[in-house]
């Protein structure tokens, strides 16, 4: 029996590589791209461990090359949804009363298969799936990946280590048990880091997940499903369902053992999915635990002191990295007159210096977005503004869906506070500017606290620090991450726990332990080492 209380030390970040020409990872990197793009593969569910094809399927395509199949995969339907709960409850016993120190060695291997021998595989999936240049690729399914399966094996021995003090007579102690029943993990297209981490979080737990992913990530997300498969998460752990969310969700959220949601996506889906929660919540065994990021609207609000030069950098970084995808992209920016020339200059230089394109073309900056619906929806927001008497593009606005998804980096200046793609979400490369007048700030700090629903993301620039932090403290619940001077992106696991609230989520911060938290039900216990025998109070006794 091993006895030992053991800690998982604080790791570091895993370091973020190069992939110069002729390095081992590029050399890697480049074949694995060639065999993906040289196989179409089909892809199962998997529930209990197991492959099942339900012969309803769909495609995996290129979204810089729609026309390119990778993948083949099938959908779940209402029986395969119920195999899976029925398979997550069979394991939950299993696994909620598996050591912590093993739930917590298999994650580790994990992060140290996807760290070595599958870094290629994961990234160039993600790539040619996700539509992601090198290093956003490298950033998100490889480091972050790790980062949060490494950090998660040490926020969970920190929360185990948290108990209560005894008095003399008694011990006490509190259990942190799994919740009740499994966990529905929804998943986002934009980071395989997030659809890792939306399932590995509750696992380390000790909790059991159904997994939907999101269709445009499917490519990636199956081959981490088999990661985590080889790193030894026993079947029916986690259960693999691509198809409807509409199926899966009507399913899962009918189910008396739904114990919990966590969820990454639209601010719509998860109003969905929180009225359904509320409508069954008579039906379920305990209430359900959801959790959510959501949508944005993110900021960069800048002072007069600001260096025009960071400004334009981190406008550019912040809103066009990713095809602006991120749900902490930068879509609105409040800029005074006096430096407006000059960071717009500076905005126009660097998107005449970037390429557009493949993937497989290490010198596209900016991809395509993913899908064909998104593409629409940008571009008719871009199409209104050209148009619009209150809005100018001077930047790109070029659209094209011959080959693949692909909208020039667009930036819109507007007459308009409340100007349309000020305050509506588009989750693709377009920024739109309000321009204030100098001595207007504090209306200016007031259309950034009100325009939007949303409290993801925000940053300020300004090189007076003074300045900087009244307007911290005036925008403080319009983000629940802030940035001074630098773009509102980039959270790093361990340094920025990551969360918004508002319409942008319930702001329970992955990649630090307070998310771990919310996928346990405490039980408090108390023993008596010498039971009392007589019932009498002191005062009471002769």
Not at 299 to 306: D, E, K, L, N
């Amino acid at each position: 029996m091993n006895n030992s209380i053991f800690s998982f030390p604080i790791p570091a970040n895993e370091p973020v590589k190069s992939y110069q020409p002729g390095s081992p990872e590029r050399i890697a990197l480049d074949a694995e791209l060639k065999r993906q793009r040289e196989t179409t593969i089909e892809i199962p569910l998997i529930i209990g461990g197991k492959a099942i094809k339900t012969g309803n399927l769909g495609k995996v395509v290129e979204p810089h090359n729609h026309k390119h199949v990778l993948a083949t995969y099938h959908k779940a339907g209402e029986k395969e949804v119920k195999m899976a709960i029925d398979a997550a409850m069979k394991a939950h016993k299993i696994w909620g009363e598996t050591d912590w120190r093993v739930r917590a060695a298999i994650l580790l291997k994990a992060a140290d298969l996807v760290a070595g021998k599958y870094r290629a595989l994961i990234n160039a999936s993600c790539m040619l799936g996700q539509s992601k240049n090198i290093y956003q690729a490298e950033i998100d399914s490889a480091c972050e990946l790790i980062d949060f399966l490494r950090y998660n094996a040490a926020f969970a021995s920190e929360i185990y280590a948290m108990q209560p003090k005894s008095a003399p007579g008694q011990l006490n102690s509190v259990e942190y048990r799994p919740l009740e029943g499994f966990v529905l993990a929804v998943t986002p297209f934009n980071f395989t880091s997030i659809a890792s981490n939306l399932n590995m979080t509750p696992i380390m737990m000790g909790n059991t997940t159904l997994w939907k992913p999101s269709t445009t990530s499917i490519l990636s997300n199956y081959y981490l499903m088999k990661v985590f498969m080889e790193a030894g998460v026993p079947a029916g752990v986690v259960n693999f369902l691509p198809g409807p969310g509409s199926v899966i969700g009507k399913v899962a959220l009918s189910s008396p053992d739904l114990a919990g949601i966590h969820f990454t996506g639209s601010s719509s889906t998860f109003y969905g999915l929180w009225k359904t929660v509320g409508d069954n919540i008579a039906k379920y065994k305990s209430f359900p635990r959801l959790v959510g990021e959501t949508g944005g609207k993110d900021f960069i609000f800048v002072h007069t002191s600001a260096d025009a030069e960071a400004v334009a950098n981190a406008a550019f970084c912040g809103a066009f990295e990713y095809q602006g995808q991120k749900c902490s992209a930068a879509s609105r920016m409040y800029c005074p007159k006096s430096l407006w020339s000059k960071v717009l200059k500076g905005i126009q230089k660097r998107c005449s210096e970037v390429k557009m394109g493949d993937v497989i073309d290490s010198e596209n900056f900016i991809n395509a977005v993913i899908d064909e619906a998104s593409f629409d929806n940008i571009s008719k927001a871009i199409a209104y503004a050209k148009k619009s008497k209150d809005a100018e593009v001077v930047v790109g606005g070029k659209c094209d869906k011959r080959v693949g998804y692909f909208i020039e980096p667009t930036v819109i200046v507007t007459k308009d506070p409340h100007f349309k793609t000020m305050e509506e979400e588009l989750f693709g490369p377009v920024l739109t500017v309000y321009v204030y007048d100098d001595k207007n700030i504090e209306k200016a700090l007031e259309y950034c606290q009100t325009t939007s629903p949303y409290g993801l993301t925000g940053s300020v620039f300004g090189q007076d620090r003074l300045a900087c932090d009244e307007i911290s403290k005036k925008l403080r619940y319009c983000a629940g991450n802030f940035y001074i001077n630098d773009k509102p992106t980039g959270a790093v696991v361990g340094l920025q726990p990551f969360g918004g609230s508002r319409a942008s989520g319930t702001n329970d911060k992955a990649g630090s332990s307070f998310n771990l938290m919310r996928w346990v039900t405490t039980r408090a216990i108390k023993e008596t080492l010498v039971s009392p025998t007589t019932w009498k109070y002191g005062y009471m006794k002769k």
